[in-house]
């Protein structure tokens, strides 16, 4: 899927398509679309379709043809992050460069150590956005299914969520805690894995305590301190590569 992807409710079948309001405008005014080019529409759960341009009018308005409908299932294992919130627009950095790299769930998590605080109506605003960045970066980086963001989760509803995976990660720089390196942990090639990734503090020892007995193991990525709005990216980077979905 190489063409430009424009998000949409339900993903055609069959006949024309007009694709209008501000997917449309995108197409028109941003991406200047014009008779014969490709493009595709989606869901972003999934199902797809590879369309030609027909006609293009005014500025938010787009036909097309539909040549074919296709699904992409949910690939396996399923990866999610579990992100704890980092300062400033650090947050949606995360959620980009995860989405573009293929995770396929995010959980923003309030540690304890978290200088930011989603509450109230900044924190619907925080996760609004963190939602809109999936997906333009699912967009951007030609996904068909976008990953989905959680609401915002306690340790305790972290815990409760490690009970279902496969396999549990904490990512835990502090040498003086026992870890294993994530390269070399054996990971499961269905199911689901969670990688937890702490604030710019760290994991304190109750939520590593608290993860621990729920399943997840503290692994470590490498010699070099990560930032958390980068951790998620790397350790994701490399899942995908050692179970196969990159290969």
């Known amino acids: ?6 998000v949409v409710d339900t993903v055609p079948g069959t006949g024309t398509f007009v694709l209008d309001g501000p997917e449309g405008r995108h197409a028109v005014s941003v991406k200047r679309l014009q008779g014969g ?3 595709v529409l989606t869901d972003g759960r999934g ?6 341009v027909l006609t293009a009018e005014g500025k938010d308005r787009l036909t097309v043809q539909v040549l074919g409908e296709h699904e992409d299932l949910p690939e396996e294992p399923r990866i999610t992050v579990v992100q704890a919130l980092p300062k400033g627009d650090r947050g949606e950095l995360a959620v980009e460069t995860m989405t573009e790299t293929g995770v396929d769930a995010v959980v923003p998590w309030a540690a304890s150590r978290c200088i930011t605080q989603w509450k109230g109506d900044r924190g619907l605003k925080a996760l609004a956005k ?4 999936a997906r333009e970066a699912g967009k951007q980086s030609r996904r068909s299914r976008f990953p989905e963001i ?3 989760m306690t340790t305790k509803q972290v815990a409760a969520l490690l009970a279902d995976a496969d396999f549990a990660a904490v990512l835990h720089e502090d040498r003086d805690h026992p870890s294993g390196a994530l390269a070399t942990a054996e990971l499961p090639e269905k199911g689901s894995i969670v990688l937890i990734v702490g604030p710019e503090g760290g994991v304190s020892p109750q939520e590593l305590a608290a993860f621990e007995e729920a399943g997840a193991k503290p692994y470590r990525l490498g ?3 990560l930032r958390t709005s980068t951790a998620g990216t790397a350790a994701t980077a490399l899942v995908l590569g050692r179970t196969g979905r990159w290969s």
């Open 47 to 52: 199902r797809w379709a590879d369309c030609v």
């Open 37 to 39: 080019e490709d493009l």
């Open 130 to 133: 963190w939602r809109s960045t």
């Open 150 to 152: 959680a609401d915002l």
């Open 223 to 225: 010699r070099s301190v």
């Open 1 to 6: 899927m190489t063409a430009p992807v424009f």
